[in-house]
């Protein structure tokens, strides 16, 4: 089977840095991905690695480290609008691009 | 820009009735999900279509089942609805080929079954 896990809930204030990790636990690994999702909208994706090393994209980077089986999202100068559930997201060794989500983080971003 | 339209924000439905949800992409996607997501657990897979007429089962597919007739359409039906089916549905669509294929979601569904 497939599990992921990522703290549930992480708060910090505008301009701070805040990282928020994922373990996972898969048959088979082709890549991890992340998702933003507000009150009541739909998950939007935000990134995707399938290699070790840090992906950057403007003010957010994600990390992956295929040996530790863990990766972690970085949002830099936080903004209020920061404020999401972020869902680290798992393709396994089966296809059709099928994704496996975690729990889900809850980021509270306070002035 | 991508597209994925769930044909209801809100429905509410009584104990044992059969119950539609519909999602339609613009796309021209390959592949289409339905998903239900309860706090605390997540994005949890129901049902997954690769093809017209093609499906797979998720990760939860009891109670449910789907049609995709066509391509920009994917359907998720509730046999006899039951309380515990009270749920966010999110359909979500993705082209086929290549690892990274983003998941376009639409804006879900909130059922409530009384």
């Known amino acids: 089977g497939q599990s992921l896990e990522q703290p549930s809930e992480v708060t910090a204030v505008e301009g701070a840095i805040v990282q928020i990790n994922c373990t996972y636990q898969t048959s088979g690994f082709y890549g991890l991905s992340w998702y933003q999702q507000h009150d009541g909208g739909a998950p939007t994706f935000l990134s995707y690695n399938a290699l070790d090393g840090l992906e950057e994209t403007g003010r957010f980077s994600s990390f992956l480290s295929r040996s530790d089986s863990y990766g972690y999202l970085l949002l830099q100068e936080l903004q209020m609008k920061d404020s999401a559930s972020y869902f680290c997201?798992?393709?396994?060794?089966?296809?059709?691009?099928?994704?496996?989500f975690g729990t889900g983080t809850r980021l509270l971003v306070s002035p | 820009d991508v597209k994925v339209t769930q044909s209801s924000r809100y429905l509410v439905k009584r104990t044992g009735e059969k119950v539609f949800l519909e999602c339609v992409q613009d796309?021209?996607?390959?592949?289409m999900f339905w998903y239900r997501q309860d706090p605390g657990l997540g994005l949890r897979l129901i049902y997954f279509s690769y093809d017209v007429k093609m499906k797979e089962k998720g990760d939860i597919p009891e109670g449910y089942s789907v049609s995709r007739e066509k391509k920009e359409r994917f359907s998720l039906i509730l046999e006899s609805a039951s309380t515990n089916q009270t749920s966010m549905y999110l359909c979500a669509s993705t082209a086929a080929g290549g690892h990274n294929q983003p998941q376009h979601f639409g804006d879900g569904t909130r059922l409530s079954i009384l």
């Open positions: 997201a798992v393709r396994g060794n089966t296809g059709f691009q099928k994704l496996v």
């Open positions: 796309m021209d996607h390959e592949n």
